[in-house]
C-alpha cells in the first residue's frame, strides 16, 4: 500500500474524531470572531456540493436508476419523513414553548427531510446512500408540496403562505443536480482515459477532509446567530435531542416493518432523523422581524444535528449490525 493510500485509510479510521474536532473548531472561530464567521457563511453551498460530488462520485449511474426503482424503500422514506416524523412533532407539540415564532421554526425544520449532506453521513455508516440520493427528488417534491398544508394544521391560517419554492428549487439544482452532473461526466472520463481516474480516485479520498470543512463552515457561521436568540435556542435543544432519540428507533421499525435489508433500514434511519435545515433556513430569514427568532431556532437544530450525525456514525451500525 502506497504512502497516500495509508495516510487516507488512517484519515478514515479517525473520521469521527475529525468532524468533532472540525465542529468545536468552527464554534471556536465562530465565537471569537463573529465576522470571520459569518463571511463563511456564503462557501456553505460550494464546500457542500464540493462534498456530494465527491460523494456521487462512488455511485455509477447504472446503480443510481436500479436504486431509484425500489418501491420498498421509497415508500419507506415516505413514511418515515412524511407519517412518522410528524407524528413525532404532534407529540411534541402540547411541551413546545407558545411563542408562535419559535414553534414556526421547529415546524420548518423538523418537517423537512434533509436531502444533502445525509447522504455523506449515512455513506459512512454503511448504509445504502444510493437510494437516498435517488429518492432525493421525491423527498423535495413532496416536503414543497406537504409544508404549507402541516404548517395550517399547527399554526392555522396565516403562516402558509412562508413556503416559497425558491430555496428548494435552488438547493436541488446546486447540490444535487449540478454535483451529479459532474460526478458522471468525470465517471465517463475515468473509463476513457487514466488521467480521468487517477482524478476520480483524487477527488473519493478527498470526502473527509470535505465533510470536516462543511462542518466547519456551516458551524462557524451560524453558532454566533444563537446569541440573539440565546433563550429561544436553549428552550427547543431538549426536543431536538429527543428527536435524534426517537427517530432511529422508528426508523428501525419502518425499515423492518417493510422488510428492507440492513444497508436500506440505516438509510431510512438516516433519512428520519436528519433535516434539511439548511435549504429552510433561507425561508425563516426572510420572515417579518416578528418572527425573526424562527431563523435561530433553525440554526440552533443545525448545531444539535451535525453533533447527532458524527455520532451517528458509529451508533447506527451497532443498532443495525450487520
Same mark, same amino acid.
Given at each position: 500500500?502506497?504512502?497516500?493510500?495509508? &495516510?487516507?485509510?488512517?484519515?478514515?479510521?479517525?473520521?469521527?474524531?475529525?468532524? $468533532?474536532?472540525?465542529?468545536?473548531?468552527?464554534?471556536? &472561530?465562530?465565537?471569537?470572531?463573529?465576522?470571520?464567521?459569518?463571511?463563511?457563511?456564503?462557501?456553505?453551498?460550494?464546500?457542500?456540493?464540493?462534498?456530494?460530488?465527491?460523494?456521487? $462520485?462512488?455511485?455509477?449511474?447504472?446503480?443510481?436508476?436500479?436504486?431509484?426503482?425500489?418501491?420498498?424503500?421509497?415508500?419507506?422514506?415516505?413514511?418515515?419523513?412524511?407519517?412518522?416524523?410528524?407524528?413525532?412533532?404532534?407529540?411534541?407539540?402540547? &411541551?413546545?414553548? *407558545?411563542?408562535?415564532?419559535?414553534?414556526?421554526?421547529? $415546524?420548518?425544520?423538523?418537517? !423537512?427531510?434533509?436531502?444533502?449532506?445525509?447522504?455523506?453521513?449515512?455513506?459512512?455508516?454503511?448504509?445504502?446512500?444510493?437510494?437516498?440520493?435517488?429518492?432525493?427528488?421525491?423527498?423535495?417534491?413532496?416536503?414543497?408540496?406537504?409544508?404549507?398544508?402541516?404548517?395550517?394544521?399547527? $399554526?392555522?391560517?396565516?403562516?402558509?403562505?412562508?413556503?416559497?419554492?425558491?430555496?428548494?428549487?435552488?438547493?436541488?439544482?446546486?447540490?444535487?443536480?449540478?454535483?451529479?452532473?459532474?460526478?458522471?461526466?468525470?465517471?465517463?472520463?475515468?473509463?476513457?482515459?487514466?488521467?480521468?481516474?487517477?482524478?476520480?480516485?483524487?477527488?473519493?479520498?478527498?470526502?473527509?477532509?470535505?465533510?470536516?470543512?462543511?462542518?466547519?463552515?456551516?458551524? *462557524?457561521?451560524?453558532?454566533?446567530?444563537?446569541?440573539?436568540?440565546?433563550?429561544?435556542?436553549?428552550?427547543?435543544?431538549?426536543?431536538?435531542?429527543?428527536?435524534?432519540?426517537?427517530?432511529?428507533?422508528?426508523?428501525?421499525?419502518?425499515?423492518?416493518?417493510?422488510?428492507?435489508?440492513?444497508?436500506?433500514?440505516?438509510?431510512?434511519?438516516?433519512?428520519?432523523? !436528519?433535516?434539511?435545515?439548511?435549504?429552510?433556513?433561507?425561508?425563516?430569514?426572510?420572515?417579518?422581524?416578528?418572527?425573526?427568532?424562527? *431563523?435561530?431556532?433553525?440554526?440552533?437544530?443545525?448545531?444539535?444535528?451535525?453533533?447527532?450525525?458524527?455520532?451517528?456514525?458509529?451508533?447506527?451500525?451497532?443498532?443495525?449490525?450487520?
Amino acid at each position: 500500500m502506497s504512502f497516500g493510500s495509508r &495516510l487516507v485509510a488512517r484519515v478514515e479510521h479517525h473520521q469521527v474524531t475529525a468532524y $468533532l474536532a472540525a465542529i468545536a473548531a468552527g464554534a471556536v &472561530l465562530g465565537l471569537a470572531a463573529p465576522a470571520a464567521g459569518a463571511a463563511l457563511e456564503p462557501t456553505i453551498n460550494p464546500v457542500l456540493a464540493a462534498l456530494l460530488y465527491t460523494t456521487f $462520485l462512488q455511485v455509477p449511474a447504472a446503480q443510481l436508476v436500479a436504486a431509484a426503482r425500489d418501491g420498498r424503500f421509497l415508500a419507506a422514506a415516505l413514511v418515515i419523513n412524511f407519517a412518522v416524523a410528524p407524528l413525532v412533532v404532534a407529540a411534541m407539540w402540547p &411541551l413546545l414553548p *407558545a411563542d408562535r415564532a419559535v414553534r414556526l421554526g421547529v $415546524l420548518l425544520v423538523l418537517l !423537512t427531510p434533509c436531502v444533502d449532506y445525509v447522504i455523506v453521513f449515512s455513506g459512512l455508516a454503511g448504509a445504502r446512500s444510493r437510494q437516498l440520493l435517488a429518492a432525493t427528488p421525491l423527498l423535495l417534491l413532496a416536503q414543497m408540496a406537504l409544508l404549507p398544508g402541516f404548517l395550517l394544521l399547527f $399554526l392555522g391560517p396565516g403562516l402558509g403562505d412562508v413556503v416559497e419554492p425558491r430555496p428548494f428549487v435552488r438547493a436541488f439544482l446546486v447540490l444535487i443536480v449540478l454535483p451529479l452532473a459532474l460526478a458522471w461526466a468525470t465517471q465517463s472520463w475515468a473509463r476513457r482515459h487514466r488521467s480521468g481516474r487517477i482524478t476520480a480516485a483524487a477527488a473519493g479520498s478527498a470526502m473527509v477532509p470535505l465533510m470536516a470543512a462543511t462542518l466547519l463552515v456551516v458551524v *462557524a457561521s451560524q453558532v454566533a446567530g444563537l446569541g440573539t436568540g440565546a433563550v429561544a435556542a436553549l428552550r427547543v435543544l431538549p426536543f431536538y435531542v429527543a428527536f435524534l432519540v426517537l427517530m432511529p428507533l422508528l426508523g428501525v421499525l419502518v425499515a423492518r416493518s417493510l422488510r428492507l435489508d440492513v444497508p436500506a433500514g440505516r438509510a431510512i434511519v438516516f433519512t428520519g432523523a !436528519t433535516r434539511n435545515s439548511l435549504v429552510v433556513l433561507p425561508l425563516a430569514l426572510a420572515l417579518p422581524d416578528a418572527l425573526s427568532v424562527a *431563523a435561530v431556532v433553525v440554526v440552533a437544530q443545525t448545531l444539535v444535528e451535525v453533533l447527532g450525525m458524527a455520532l451517528y456514525v458509529r451508533l447506527v451500525p451497532r443498532l443495525l449490525p450487520d
